[in-house]
């Protein structure tokens, strides 16, 4: 075979790029240099032209950023420009004035807040030792309406002995009655002693007649007992024990 006849498939190097470079960034994800250098056979390039393409690539790019800069600075000038004119100015001033009044409200919203909690507390303290207290007015209503009907019951009573005992009438019901009179009396006593606090008018003048009734009581039971307790002993001596 001829030798001049064969063709040599050569590597082909291409030209480093600011295209070049975009193109392996946008493939790969990120720029890796032996990927680049490999894939694109400049490893055949000699160091010193490696060298040389690179500070053109890099004096290429600086002038396109400045470039790039030179044709927008006139389009930034124009957006601060409109800015700077009065109506802007009176927008962004309102803005920072809005600002300043959320921040204001926010402040008060966080001081009503606290006043309020320490408002509703201070109100449900005051609520519930009032229920606390109308609950226990509620039973002293309840035990001076009972002392009411007890002491008007023990009067009737009172009168019904006392006239019994001046007719010297049967007294197996005298002493019954004096014993529902004591009773009666037992049980007033120990609702007046849950008025100890109550120094009403009412309640003063219920004591007086409770004193009243307990002392006429005790005059009148003192002769029924006895003669009861005589009674009973004479019953008991009568009888005679069966042969």
Do not use: W
């Amino acid at each position: 075979m001829d030798e001049s006849s064969e063709v040599l498939d050569l590597p082909v190097t291409k030209e480093l790029s600011r295209e070049l470079i975009s193109s392996v960034v946008r493939e790969n994800g990120g720029l890796d240099i032996d990927k680049l250098l490999l894939d694109n056979n400049f490893q055949y390039v000699s160091l010193d032209e490696l060298s040389y393409e690179v500070s053109a690539l890099k004096l290429s790019m600086e002038q396109s950023l400045l470039d790039e800069i030179n044709e927008s600075y006139p389009e930034y000038m124009e957006i601060c420009s409109k800015f700077e004119t009065k109506e802007n100015n009176e927008v962004l001033d309102k803005l920072k004035q809005v600002l300043h009044d959320l921040q204001q409200f926010e402040r008060k919203l966080g001081h009503l807040s606290e006043t309020t909690v320490s408002e509703t507390r201070e109100k449900t303290v005051t609520v519930l030792s009032y229920m606390k207290s109308l609950d226990n007015m509620l039973d002293q209503l309840d035990d001076i309406n009972k002392l009411s009907e007890s002491l008007r019951v023990c009067q009737q009573l009172l009168s019904s002995l006392q006239s019994m005992s001046q007719l010297q009438m049967n007294d197996e019901i005298s002493f019954e009655i004096a014993k529902q009179l004591s009773l009666i009396l037992i049980r007033c006593d120990y609702r007046f002693r849950h008025l100890e606090d109550n120094d009403s008018p009412l309640v003063m003048r219920m004591r007086n007649d409770f004193k009243s009734i307990l002392e006429a009581s005790n005059s009148l039971s003192k002769p029924i007992l006895e003669r009861r307790i005589i009674s009973k002993k004479n019953g008991n001596g009568d009888q005679k024990p069966v042969a």
